[in-house]
């Protein structure tokens, strides 16, 4: 499940932090460009919805599909890159895209596109809970509760739910409107987006596929990560749809490895936002302390970064002048703590320069003793000679 064989679990701990919840926590000291986990989906469906045209992605492993894809002469709305992956497709699963596009019913179609994505996700929790009722039992376990009284998702699991009873082949499962509306609060706050290629002249990616990955939900936000994920969905490997955590620095034993739920370029405004509306909660890591205290002037993100590089020189400075000092501060066994990383220096060396990319760059996996030099994107996948490693 990860680098060099070691099992997860002899890496990572769970812990409850007050404040935020259930945590992973290192249960040793982590080193840069470190994997700390590998994990395959347990449930993988499109990002698009049901009644849009057919995607020219692979509807299982979703790599891009080539001239020879195979579409499903039954319902005629997906296709797959392989038989293998064709497998995928059960006759439940195949009947209820049929049913469900056939009906084409005004209340549904005029329902917003991340209703109809929705539908898919119930409908691949469903097909899931047929195929492996073991996994359906790891899905129903993760976070997220649909009793919160939210009226806006308590109307859409209903509709959903009479919907998918009305339209669909009898259910694998016994289901209620408690449970669709359990499922769909699952899938809101542990959903992670396989997002299509990267090119330079698009701004704003899309989502091609959204995954259920139960190990990886378990790591908490921080707008400034000392881990991130990377995923390789066009490679021509197996487990392409796997995704991988990766350390972006040596982080010290019994502290808590975060990712960043979006790219760490955002504003603070723009994070608080995101974050309260698709998880609901209120960010107070130490980056949003700072820029909470910014004017609103400060935050337009030039300001943010001159502000940044401002703060760097004077760190470099202050580095040249306390010397020995430095390192007696400084965590025990070479390692840096992460908690006196300026922002600037985090934008400076992990953040990728390349046009509109905005992603987060980390060492290539160490083979050696020494961490490696070269850091990679994970989001254009472009390398890059770590300068200040080379220092």
């Known amino acids: 499940m990860n680098d060099g064989g070691a099992k997860t679990e002899t890496l990572l701990k769970v812990a409850e932090i007050g404040g935020r919840g259930r945590s992973l926590v290192t249960a040793q000291s982590l080193r840069a460009g470190q994997i700390i986990l590998r994990e395959s989906p347990l449930l993988l469906y499109s990002a698009f919805p049901v009644l849009s045209s057919v995607s020219s992605y692979c509807d299982h492993c979703f790599r891009l599909l080539a001239s020879l894809a ?21 006759p439940w699963l195949c009947e ?14 005029d329902q917003p596109s991340d209703r109809q994505v929705q539908a898919r996700f119930l409908l691949s929790a469903y097909n899931l809970a047929a195929a492996s009722p073991c996994d359906f039992q790891i899905l129903l376990s993760l976070q997220g509760s649909g009793s919160n009284g939210d009226i806006s998702s308590s109307a859409a699991a209903n509709f959903l739910h009479s919907l998918l009873s009305a339209v669909c082949p009898p259910l694998p499962v016994p289901i209620s409107p408690e ?13 992670f987006g396989l997002m299509e290629p990267f090119s330079v002249s698009n701004e704003k990616r899309s989502v091609r596929a959204y995954g259920i990955y139960p190990k990886a939900s378990f790591f ?8 991130c994920r990377f995923d390789y969905v066009d490679s021509a490997s197996d487990g392409n749809n796997d995704i991988i955590i990766r350390m972006i620095h040596d982080v010290p034993q019994g502290r808590e490895v975060c990712l960043s739920y ?3 370029n955002m504003n603070y405004s723009s994070r608080q936002k995101r974050l309260l509306e698709d998880y609901g909660f209120k960010c107070d890591c130490d980056r949003c302390k700072v820029e909470s205290s910014w004017s609103e002037g400060e935050e337009d993100e030039n300001d943010v970064m001159e502000e940044m590089d401002d703060e760097d020189g004077q760190e470099e400075e202050m580095e040249d002048e306390e010397g020995e000092k430095e390192e007696e501060e400084t965590c025990g066994n070479g390692v840096d703590d992460e ?3 300026p922002h600037a220096y985090f934008f400076v060396r992990y953040m990728c320069d390349k046009e509109n990319c905005f992603g987060t760059l980390a ?21 890059k000679e770590d300068e200040v490693s080379g220092n």
């Open 70 to 90: 195979q579409k499903c002469q039954s319902c005629s709305l997906v296709s797959f890159c392989s038989p293998n992956c064709f497998a995928s497709h059960t």
């Open 96 to 109: 209820s895209l049929r049913r469900l596009h056939q009906s084409s019913s005004a209340a549904f179609s």
């Open 179 to 191: 449970l669709t509306a359990a499922l769909l609060a699952k899938d809101k706050v542990n959903a």
């Open 220 to 227: 908490n936000h921080d707008c400034l990560p000392n881990a």
């Open 262 to 264: 979006f790219p760490v």
């Open 339 to 341: 908690s006196s990383f």
């Open 363 to 383: 060492p290539l996996p160490p083979k050696t003793h020494d961490a490696s030099r070269v850091l990679e994107c994970n989001v254009c996948g472009s390398l």
